[in-house]
């Protein structure tokens, strides 16, 4: 059975730093692309970023290109996000996601699996 289960969420200040981890057991990690997803109050899901399997490609929304960094330990199981200059609009639930093949788009659409989530609070 796969399990995904994010931590490092919290509260932090505008213009604070944050940093996400995603740990994913049951299924071979070094073979699937990864991304983050997040859900802010009252509003949709929101594809945030991903990595390719060997964490050589990356790609951003706009909103946190320059701000978020996504990156990926595959001997550890592990996709990280780390989010620096946070701005308000940060905040929401974040979950990381995966699914089968080259899912390499920008839309949440094309997860399969996802984590809980994380939560991230952003106040000034």
């Known amino acids: 059975q796969s399990l995904m289960v994010e931590s490092g969420g919290g509260l932090a200040q505008t213009g604070g730093s944050l940093n996400l981890s995603c740990v994913v057991v049951?299924?071979?990690?070094?073979?699937?692309?990864m991304g983050w997803v997040r859900q802010a109050p009252g509003k949709g899901l929101e594809w945030v970023a991903n990595?390719?399997?060997?964490?050589?490609?990356?790609s951003y929304r706009d909103s946190v290109e320059g701000r978020f960094t996504i990156t990926r330990d595959n001997a550890k199981n592990t996709v990280f996000l780390q989010m620096n200059n946070l701005k308000d609009e940060d905040t929401g639930r974040y979950h990381c996601?995966?699914?089968?093949?080259?899912?390499?788009?920008?839309?949440?659409?094309?997860?399969?699996?996802w984590g809980q989530g994380t939560q991230v609070t952003v106040s000034s």
């Open positions: 996601a995966t699914g089968n093949g080259d899912i390499r788009g920008q839309t949440w659409l094309q997860y399969e699996y």
């Open positions: 049951g299924f071979t990690f070094r073979n699937y692309w």
């Open positions: 990595i390719n399997p060997n964490g050589a490609t990356t």
